[in-house]
């Protein structure tokens, strides 16, 4: 407890001098029952506390006060989420499986309409020619090759000539000729990229001979 010297001096700083002042009796009064009045354990205070004017102390502990009573406001409030021993979910996401979202049914939506089947023309070959075999190369081509041709509508013979498609221009060339004329032969693509032309009717002079046992070669790489 502060002594009767250190209290009267503290009771002149806080009472102001003026029309107010208060009765010195009842300062007096005060201080006589200042050694009656049980007093209690000393208040150990920082050294900063201690030393600082009254009113600086009155302000402190009324600022204290009203921080403490609004934390209390704060924790206390309705509609404040209970704390739980664990992470709390991440806002504004839902718990709940999601739905699978299902297929636009507005205006905008792009239905993609089937084509219908449809012939367009492309090159001419370079030969009139029936009975003939096509295989389709690796690079894409299709070689053309034998058949029976009819000049000027006329059959002649089996022929001998090839030709390849060129799919990327739609236009015909003339390759190497076979070694013999020949119709209603096999053609059948290797795994080295050749062509096997197998068997067939030839016409040797339009005079039909039979079929024949021969078979050749066709190289993409060289015609």
């Known amino acids: 407890m502060t ?4 209290l009267d001096r503290l009771l002149g700083d806080f009472f102001a001098e003026g029309p107010e002042e208060l009765a010195d009796r009842v300062i007096e009064a005060a201080l006589d029952q200042i050694d009656h009045t049980r007093q209690r354990r000393a208040l150990r205070m920082p050294w900063t506390f201690a030393t600082m ?17 609004g934390g209390a406001l704060y924790l206390t409030r309705p509609g404040q989420p209970a704390v739980v021993g664990g ?4 806002p504004g996401v839902s718990s709940s499986p999601s739905q699978p979202a299902g297929p636009s049914a507005g205006p905008s939506s792009s239905v993609v309409q089937p084509k219908a089947a449809a012939w367009t023309a492309t090159g001419t070959m370079t ?15 299709v070689l053309v090759a034998g058949g029976i041709q009819f000049p000027d509508n006329t059959p002649t013979a089996a022929t001998a000539s090839a ?3 060129d799919p990327t221009t ?3 060339t003339a390759t190497g000729t076979m070694a013999t004329r020949r119709w209603g032969h096999t053609a059948t693509l290797l795994p080295d990229g050749k062509v096997l032309v197998a068997g067939g009717i030839q016409f040797p002079d339009n005079t039909p001979t039979a079929a024949t046992a021969s078979a050749e070669l066709y ?4 015609g």
């Not at 002594?3 to 250190?6: C, G, Y």
């Not at 030969?127 to 690796?138: C, E, G, H, I, K």
């Not at 190289?219 to 060289?222: K, V």
């Open 170 to 172: 739609g236009s015909w």
């Open 219 to 222: 190289d993409p790489t060289t």
């Open 53 to 69: 004017p009254m009113l600086a102390r009155v302000a402190a502990a009324a600022l204290i006060g009203v921080l403490a009573v």
């Open 163 to 165: 030709e390849l498609y």
């Open 3 to 6: 002594d009767q010297r250190e």
């Open 87 to 90: 992470p709390s979910p991440t």
């Open 127 to 141: 030969t009139l020619r029936v009975s003939d075999t096509a295989t389709l190369l690796p690079d894409g081509k």
